[in-house]
Every structure is written in C-alpha cells, then in structure tokens.
C-alpha cells in the first residue's frame, strides 16, 4: 500500500513538472513570436521570416508617439513611487510597531486591494475621480495607482520593520536622539534595502498596471501599456509588426525594472512574512 502510494506521488510531482514546462515552453515560444516578428521585414505562412529588420521600431515610436507615452509613463511611475513612499513608509511603521484594537481588521483593510481583482475596485474609484474632475488627467491616474501601492509598500515593508530591534531607537532616544533624527540616522540607513525594494516593485507594478491606468487616463495620462491596447484595439490598418515593436519595447523596460527588484527582495519572504 505504502509502495502504491509512492508511485501516485512521483506520478503526480512528474505530471506537475511536464505541465510546468509546457506552459513555460507556450509562453517562452508567444515571447519569441512576437520579437522575431517585430524584427522581421515579413513573415506570413513559413517558419522563419523572410528578412530581419529595425524599421518597424523607427515606424512604431513616431506613429504611436512613443516618446511622450514614455514621459507620461516615467512621470505616472515618478509620482506613485514619491507619493507611495511618503504614506507608505510611515504606515507600515506605524502598524509594524503599535498594537491597538482591531489591529488585524485595519491591516486587511489596507491589503484588501492586494486580495481583490483592480476592476472590482477601479470602476467605483474611476467613477469617484470622475465626479471630481480629477479622472482623465494625470492626476486621477497617480491617485488610483497609489491605491494597491501604498497597500504593496506596506505589506513588504513590514517584514523589514520588525526585524530591527526597538532597543535600537530606544537607544538612540536614550543619547538625546529626537524623532526626525531617530528615523534620519538611525531607522532610515536599516530600512533601506526594504525601502529600495518595496519602491522599486511599485515601479514595476505601476508600469504593468493596465485596469486602474485604463479607467482612469486621458488622452494625455496614457501609459505604455494603455497605448499598447489602443494600438491593437484602435480603428485603422497598422503593420503588425509595428505593434509587436511596441510590445517589445513594453516588455524590456518592465523586466528591466523587475530584474532590478528581484536583487533587493525575495517575494518568497514577503509571501510567508504576510501570512503571519
């Protein structure tokens, strides 16, 4: 029976593992597809294309004005990444440090963006920015991305809050330290790396943020990867290959910024940090 049993378990970690690597094959072959045919000069109906080109980034970033959807984009992120940092970083010490009552209802409050789909959420906050003229703008965007940003920043920085030991401020206070010096010099050089990682996943996450961005932006306060939608969905005949630069373009500065998050946190540690 105990024999048996093992046979089904290493049936089912195998089957586990061949069906993790078809979707990562599926998804890998999608990556490759669209930037072989974002170089390509054309590709219809044989395995590889007929000749390699760059002109379709030069075509995509004049036809879809790619350089002012990227100072929007860098500007949206700018903001949400200052603004989070200036709510969020407080907060998450404020939580990590203080027990009160309803604590933990407070705390699911606060993350419950995190827990929900953005559209259950988007469409009443777009519908609220609108009735104060705020949506359609650049500023509309910012408030509803600061939403699960602040809630983000919360939720990673607090793992490093209370790894810091309190005796370590009550030091400081103890040599005649205030508040402003106690988190200059003391609090803000331990929670750096936590600060840089937090922030730096808000970037990440504001640049892939398509829900709230979409119900929000104008036609000034696109970012990339609302422009990326209305390239494919918009009326008119456009190269295909003009989109998949664009996509291309998209991808690389989001897995830039990813790639550059990852050498400061292990989401593994926020994850199990966040079910306690």
Not at 12 to 33: R, S, Y
Not at 248 to 266: D, G, H, P, Q, S
Request: charged share 10%; proline share 6%; hydrophobic share 60%.
């Amino acid at each position: 029976m105990e024999h048996k049993s093992t046979i089904l378990s290493k049936l089912w970690v195998t089957a586990v593992w061949i069906l993790t690597g078809l979707f990562v094959l599926n998804l890998l072959g999608m990556i490759a597809t669209v930037i072989t045919s974002s170089f390509s000069t054309r590709w219809l109906g044989t395995w590889l294309p007929a000749g390699l080109t760059i002109r379709w980034y030069t075509s995509a970033w004049e036809e879809f004005q790619l350089s002012e959807v990227l100072t929007v984009t860098f500007q949206v992120v700018a903001l949400v990444v200052f603004l989070t940092a200036v709510l969020g970083v407080p907060a998450a010490y404020a939580l990590a440090r203080r027990e009160f009552p309803g604590k933990r209802l407070v705390m699911l409050l606060i993350l419950l963006p995190l827990l929900v789909p953005p559209i259950t959420y988007g469409i009443p906050l777009a519908t609220v920015l609108y009735q104060a003229d705020l949506a359609g703008s650049m500023a509309g965007v910012v408030l509803a991305n600061m939403v699960p940003a602040v809630s983000f920043v919360i939720l990673v920085l607090i793992p490093f809050i209370e790894q810091i030991d309190p005796r370590v401020e009550a030091a400081a206070r103890v040599f005649g330290a205030n508040t402003p010096k106690v988190f200059l010099y003391v609090l803000l050089p331990l929670l750096m790396p936590g600060v840089l990682a937090a922030l730096l996943l808000v970037m990440v996450r504001t640049l892939a943020m398509f829900e709230l961005t979409f119900l929000t932006a104008g036609p000034t306060s696109q970012t990339l990867v609302v422009a990326l939608y209305y390239s494919v969905f918009s009326p008119g005949v456009r190269a295909g290959q003009s989109i998949d630069a664009m996509a291309v373009i998209y991808m690389v500065t989001t897995l830039f910024w990813l790639v550059i998050a990852l050498r400061f946190v292990n989401p593994t540690q926020i994850v199990g940090r966040a079910k306690h």
